[in-house]
């Protein structure tokens, strides 16, 4: 399994979390891929891509991501896997919480992808997301909110890591 995990970070939460994800897929083949300095193309090259999109303001892209939104178009990943987490503020934004997560899950999936990881959404307060789905019992990938639940981050990381990986082997 050659996993890729792809991130855009402008405060350094979201890279902070890709970092983690790292460290917890070990001893497993992953490479990280700031999607500022690196090509979006590189996603072509693994199994599972992992991918770390933090929302802002009014349930906007991180710039990096807006930067490479249209090149994504050019991808095919037809037979790739992928898990989203997303970074947020659920208090601060609670209209749009984790909107990039969601804009980004349906972005892959309609260039061939499957998804992985969706993430129950009891324990989060928010009034709406895109992300969100399944009568809103879930989100489409793991939440992170480091404004506002900073002390969860590493648990829930942890948990949605081997999640993850157990829904890939089960299908693999």
Same mark, same amino acid.
């Given at each position: 399994?050659?996993?890729?995990i792809?991130?855009?970070?402008t405060t350094?939460?979201?890279?902070?979390?890709?970092e983690?994800?790292?460290?917890?897929?070990v001893p497993?083949?992953?490479?990280?891929?700031?999607?500022? @300095?690196?090509?979006?193309?590189?996603?072509?090259?693994?199994?599972?891509?992992?991918?770390?999109?933090? @929302?802002?303001?009014?349930?906007?892209?991180?710039?990096?991501?807006?930067?490479?939104?249209?090149?994504?178009?050019t991808?095919?990943? @037809?037979?790739?896997?992928?898990?989203?987490?997303?970074?947020?503020?659920?208090?601060?934004?609670?209209?749009?919480y984790?909107?990039?997560?969601?804009?980004?899950?349906?972005?892959?999936?309609?260039?061939?992808?499957?998804?992985?990881?969706?993430?129950p @959404?009891?324990?989060?307060?928010?009034?709406?997301?895109?992300?969100?789905?399944?009568?809103?019992?879930?989100?489409?990938?793991?939440?992170?909110?480091?404004?506002n639940?900073h002390?969860?981050?590493?648990?829930?990381v942890?948990?949605w890591?081997?999640?993850?990986?157990?829904?890939?082997?089960?299908?693999d």
């Amino acid at each position: 399994m050659h996993i890729g995990i792809f991130f855009g970070s402008t405060t350094g939460n979201t890279e902070d979390v890709a970092e983690q994800v790292q460290e917890h897929l070990v001893p497993l083949d992953s490479s990280l891929h700031n999607i500022a @300095t690196e090509p979006v193309s590189l996603m072509q090259d693994y199994d599972l891509l992992i991918c770390g999109i933090p @929302t802002w303001d009014y349930g906007e892209l991180q710039a990096d991501w807006e930067d490479i939104w249209e090149e994504l178009e050019t991808l095919d990943l @037809t037979g790739k896997h992928f898990a989203i987490y997303g970074c947020g503020d659920q208090i601060g934004y609670p209209e749009w919480y984790q909107d990039a997560v969601g804009l980004l899950h349906d972005k892959l999936r309609n260039l061939g992808a499957s998804p992985l990881g969706y993430w129950p @959404t009891a324990g989060y307060k928010f009034e709406q997301s895109k992300a969100a789905i399944k009568d809103n019992s879930h989100f489409v990938g793991l939440a992170v909110d480091e404004d506002n639940q900073h002390e969860l981050t590493s648990q829930r990381v942890a948990t949605w890591c081997q999640q993850v990986i157990d829904e890939y082997k089960a299908i693999d």
